[in-house]
C-alpha cells in the first residue's frame, strides 16, 4: 500500500519492517508522506490517527503501521 500511495520508487522486498520511515536513515518520507499515509489507513482499514502525536506513534515503520492495524481490526471483531 507504502509503494503504491506514495509512488515509491523502492521494491516492497527492499523495505525493512523496521526501517524508520521519517529521518535520518530512514526511507525518506516527508509530511506530505505522513498526510497521504494518514488518508490511506483510514480509507483501507478505518484506523483514524487523531493527532499529531499519534502519527509520530503509529507512522515509525511498517512494524508500527501493522501493529496498529492489526489492533484496529481486533477491536472491530
Not at 535520518?24 to 489507513?41: H, I, K, M, N, Y
Not at 509520530?56 to 515503520?61: A, Y
Request: hydrophobic fraction near 50%.
Amino acid at each position: 500500500m507504502m509503494v503504491e500511495n506514495l509512488m515509491l520508487q523502492v521494491p516492497t522486498t527492499e523495505i525493512a519492517d523496521d526501517q524508520p520511515l521519517f529521518g535520518p536513515g530512514s526511507l525518506g518520507l516527508d509530511s506530505v508522506d505522513a498526510l497521504q499515509l494518514v488518508v490511506a489507513l483510514e480509507k483501507h482499514f478505518g484506523l483514524k490517527i487523531p493527532d499529531p502525536a499519534a502519527a509520530r506513534e503509529i507512522l515509525q515503520n511498517v512494524g508500527t503501521i501493522v501493529s496498529a492495524v492489526q489492533k484496529k481490526l481486533a477491536g472491530a471483531a
